[in-house]
């Protein structure tokens, strides 16, 4: 089945700075890729998704790069704020394919904004 | 809309009892999928259901069942509880088929302890 590996486990930048996740999988059917936050007592948010057919996606702050050929995928936050601290998983799942392993998920980045 | 919904969301049992979970998805979402989460294990697939059918399974003991109603609400349940069962259940709802194949919203998830 697909395995997700995801570095580092624990990331801390200055406010204002970038802050860069990394993840690769192992199964080359994958083909979608969604980056969740999530927060001391709730369960994961959705934060970006992006779909093998895209190289790049962007939402304000946030972007996700895609390589296929490598089989990696990054999340970056740009001007980093207090309320980003959170911790934040990857995951990579066969779309439409019904997988029988569902979502298969990282194993979490502790993201630490320091003031 | 309402999120993703969860009952209870604390519950303590003992070695040897049995536990039934609760979710009501999202308003007009049919998919519900569960997913354990440990420290050590992180997150980890469970099953799906869509159309009251489940639908993808994944690496876990028979202990672990589930079932979904017409109204698309689901239930967990976990037989002849052991220690190692104490986790975070999460649920999970999508309006389409097969894992992946839209977006996941997560519900705030129920902790069991099993002592």
């Known amino acids: 089945g697909e395995n997700v590996e995801q570095h580092p486990s624990t990331l801390s930048v200055q406010e204002g700075d970038s802050a860069v996740i990394k993840c690769t999988y192992s199964d080359s059917a994958s083909n979608y890729f969604p980056w969740y936050k999530q927060e001391l007592g709730k369960g994961p948010q959705l934060i970006i998704d992006?779909?093998?057919?895209?190289g790049e996606k962007k939402d304000q702050r946030i972007a996700v790069t895609l390589n296929k050929t490598a089989k990696h995928f990054s999340l970056h936050i740009t001007e980093t704020q207090p309320e980003d601290s959170a911790v934040y998983f990857c995951a990579a799942s066969i779309e439409g394919g019904g997988g029988a392993d569902g979502l298969t998920f990282g194993k979490g980045t502790h993201l630490i904004i320091q003031p | 809309k309402a999120g993703v919904t969860q009952t209870p969301r604390y519950l303590i049992k003992t070695r040897g009892q049995q536990v039934t979970l609760s979710c009501s998805p999202i308003?007009?979402?049919?998919?519900v999928s569960w997913y354990q989460q440990t420290p050590g294990q992180g997150l980890q697939f469970l099953f799906e259901y869509f159309s009251e059918t489940q639908r993808n399974k994944g690496n876990f003991p028979g202990r672990f069942s589930g079932r979904q109603f017409s109204n698309s609400r689901s239930e967990m349940n976990v037989s002849t509880l052991e220690l190692g069962d104490s986790a975070l259940y999460l649920c999970?709802?999508?309006?389409?088929?097969?894992?992946?194949?839209?977006?996941?919203?997560f519900g705030p998830g129920t902790r069991l302890t099993v002592l």
């Open positions: 308003s007009g979402h049919r998919s």
């Open positions: 992006i779909r093998s057919n895209v």
């Open positions: 999970a709802s999508s309006p389409l088929a097969g894992v992946g194949a839209d977006t996941q919203y």
